[in-house]
């Protein structure tokens, strides 16, 4: 008589592992369609009552403009709503454009002051983000802050980055979210070279295997404009 013996594999679930990724399935799904109370809930972020209309009215778009005054906390904003997007949304890919380098590092360096508690007007005992971002020896806590060019990446794949304000070096480049920070002050030809970006259809799958009434619809990909008022013509 011959026993065989298979050593289990990380993909292999046990009934308890498949209960805590029940668990962590509903808490995405729930996120996902509610995504303001995902980030004052799990996130520990309390919002204003504007801030909830933009994300609410954001969410679910293809295109989005939030112009809002200056101070009003445009770059905070952008950087939870990143936030929240990137973790319900497995391999996310999200770029963050503006007119200057330091504009857009700026705005990124928002995600690692509230992943790290570091706001002094936010009022915070700890950020579960922090634990979800990819980290080692050489980068303890994960964040990239090469100038003009910023990035993170999370666990389940998704990635926030900041890319250079030269229309010829971002060219071909693809994303699932792209925020033009301060968009009002945009040069047309930096507007033109990354808005295609997003123009793939984020449901377009093939395979041997692909079978349309199995695979959900995705999240579609997203152009957000976000400024303080420009001229007539912007």
């Known amino acids: 008589m011959i026993s065989v013996y298979n050593k289990k594999t990380e993909t292999e679930l046990n009934l308890r592992k498949k209960e805590s990724l029940d668990k962590y399935v509903q808490l995405i799904q729930w996120g996902r369609g509610n995504p303001t109370k995902f980030i004052e809930e799990i996130l520990g972020i309390q919002l204003m009552d504007f801030q909830k209309n933009i994300i609410l009215g954001t969410w679910n778009s293809t295109t989005a403009c939030w112009c809002a005054a200056r101070n009003s906390g445009k770059s905070f904003l952008i950087a939870v709503y990143l936030m929240a997007r990137s973790l319900l949304i497995p391999d996310l890919k999200a770029y963050i454009v503006s007119a200057s380098a330091k504009q857009a590092d700026e705005t990124f360096d928002k995600i690692?002051?509230?992943s790290k508690c570091e706001v002094p007007s936010l009022l915070m005992d700890g950020c579960m983000?922090?634990?979800e971002i990819v980290k080692s020896n050489s980068n303890s806590d994960g964040f990239i802050r090469e100038r003009g060019n910023r990035s993170v990446v999370l666990y389940n794949g998704?990635?926030?980055?900041t890319i250079p304000a030269n229309p010829e070096t971002i060219r071909g480049a693809r994303a699932n979210v792209i925020v033009g920070d301060e968009a009002a002050f945009l040069d047309?030809?930096?507007w033109d070279?990354?808005?295609p970006f997003i123009n793939q259809n984020?449901?377009?799958k093939t395979g041997k295997n692909f079978d349309e009434k199995i695979f959900p619809q995705t999240f579609q990909n997203q152009l957000i404009a976000s400024s303080s008022a420009g001229s007539v013509s912007s």
């Open 112 to 114: 690692s002051q509230i």
């Open 129 to 131: 983000y922090y634990n």
């Open 158 to 161: 998704s990635s926030i980055k």
């Open 188 to 190: 047309a030809t930096l």
């Open 193 to 195: 070279s990354f808005t």
């Open 202 to 204: 984020a449901d377009f």
